[in-house]
C-alpha cells in the first residue's frame, strides 16, 4: 500500500513557474511508475507525464512537452513535476499516481495509488 501526498500547488501568473512535490509514504518507492495526471473542471482526467522506477525513462503528452519536467528522488520517496512556461490551459487539480509496473504507463487505469491532487490555477 502507497499514500502519496502531493504540495506545491498555487496561484501562478501565465509564463510563471511551479514546482509540484509527491511524496510516497509505504512501500518500495523505487518499484513504482509514477505518473502526473490532471483534472481541469468540466474536462476529463488527462495524463500529464510519467517516470520509470530508476528515473530515467520520461514520457509527456505533447502540450507540456518542453515546459515539464518530470524528476524523482528514491531516497526522499519523492516525485517532482517542474513546471514552466505555463498558460492558462494548464488550469487543473494535479495529481500524481503510482503503479506496481517499473516502466512507465500513460493510461489511468494501470495505476494503483493516487494522491488527492493540488490546484495550479494559471492567469492570464
Known amino acids: 500500500q502507497v499514500r502519496l501526498v502531493e504540495s506545491g500547488g498555487g496561484l501562478v501568473q501565465a509564463g510563471g513557474s511551479l514546482r509540484l512535490s509527491c511524496i510516497g509514504h509505504?512501500?518500495?518507492?523505487?518499484?513504482?511508475?509514477l505518473g502526473w495526471f490532471r483534472q481541469a473542471p468540466g474536462k476529463e482526467r488527462e495524463f500529464v507525464g510519467a517516470v520509470s522506477g530508476s528515473g530515467v525513462n520520461t514520457r509527456y503528452r505533447d502540450s507540456v512537452k518542453g515546459r515539464f519536467t518530470i524528476s524523482r528522488d528514491n531516497v526522499k520517496n519523492t516525485v517532482y513535476l517542474q513546471m514552466n512556461s505555463l498558460k492558462p490551459d494548464d488550469t487543473a487539480v494535479y495529481l500524481c499516481?503510482?503503479?506496481?509496473?517499473?516502466?512507465?504507463?500513460?493510461?489511468?487505469?494501470?495505476?494503483?495509488?493516487w494522491g488527492q491532487g493540488t490546484q495550479v490555477t494559471v492567469s492570464s
Open positions: 509505504g512501500g518500495t518507492f523505487s518499484g513504482y511508475a
Open positions: 499516481a503510482a503503479t506496481g509496473r517499473f516502466t512507465i504507463a500513460i493510461t489511468q487505469q494501470v495505476y494503483d495509488y
